[in-house]
């Protein structure tokens, strides 16, 4: 079954470290992304890719880094620079170039900060 | 004037009523328009596109307005599996495809 997997679904870490957010697809798609949602609000992007090797920073970049070496991986690393860590964590994909192609969603990892 | 915005709910309705939401956009050249459901602690997934002649699939009526610059969504008949929140989701033209603004998502309550 073609879909994105995240990995963990929960994670707790200590202020000051830095964790790695594991985001996998096989639908074969160009464009990936990083969301961040907090309780009550809507969806933030913190980064996205259309390639491999290359990425942009969102709405919410500091404090989080990517890399996009493979199609089908897109990691997210929240660093001890970001304040308030403590969210709820999607990624996403699509097949890119077409306007009309909706965004699938993994089923997202809860981060909370100990 | 926020890129998407929508109703800022919470609609608390009875099984059966009939609801409607609706989507603001700011970006006049925006060219396509998703409304996704969330339902809690879960990722969102894709409800409907909208289409601008607008679609219907079962109790579900998407509407969209450019000359307002807004869609809609009806549900019909509702159910008690329809508490959820919804997202509209808009793909603005002039900027990266592949880059969609969500709005802030619109809750609704089915109540027995």
């Known amino acids: 079954d073609g879909g994105i997997t995240q990995s963990p679904k929960y994670l707790f870490r200590k202020e000051g470290q830095n964790v790695t957010l594991s985001c996998e697809q096989n639908?074969?798609?160009?464009?990936m992304y990083w969301y961040r949602q907090d309780p009550g609000q809507g969806l933030r992007l913190i980064y996205y890719?259309?390639?491999?090797?290359?990425?942009q920073k969102g709405d919410i970049a500091e404090g989080y880094s990517v890399s996009r070496e493979k199609k089908e991986s897109f990691p997210l690393t929240v660093t001890s620079a970001q304040k308030n860590p403590t969210a709820f964590y999607l990624c996403?994909?699509?097949?890119?170039?077409?306007?009309?192609?909706?965004?699938?969603f993994g089923p997202g990892t809860r981060l909370t900060v100990l | 004037r926020k890129e998407v915005e929508q109703d800022p709910g919470p609609f608390n309705v009875p099984e059966g009523a009939t609801v409607a939401f609706n989507c603001t956009y700011s970006?006049?050249?925006?060219?396509?328009f998703f409304w996704y459901r969330q339902d809690c602690r879960k990722e969102p997934k894709l409800l409907m596109s909208?289409?601008?002649s607008g679609n219907e699939d079962g109790r579900f009526t998407a509407q969209l307005n450019r000359a307002s610059q807004y869609i809609s969504l009806l549900i019909r008949d509702s159910k008690l599996s329809d508490s959820a929140t919804y997202l509209c989701?808009?793909?603005?033209?002039?900027?990266?495809?592949?880059?969609?603004?969500f709005g802030p998502g619109t809750s609704l309550s089915v109540i027995p």
């Open positions: 996403a994909s699509r097949l890119s170039g077409s306007i009309s192609d909706e965004q699938f």
């Open positions: 639908l074969n798609h160009d464009a």
């Open positions: 890719s259309q390639i491999v090797n290359d990425f």
């Open positions: 970006n006049s050249a925006s060219q396509s």
């Open positions: 909208v289409y601008s």
């Open positions: 989701v808009v793909n603005p033209f002039g900027t990266s495809y592949d880059k969609v603004i």
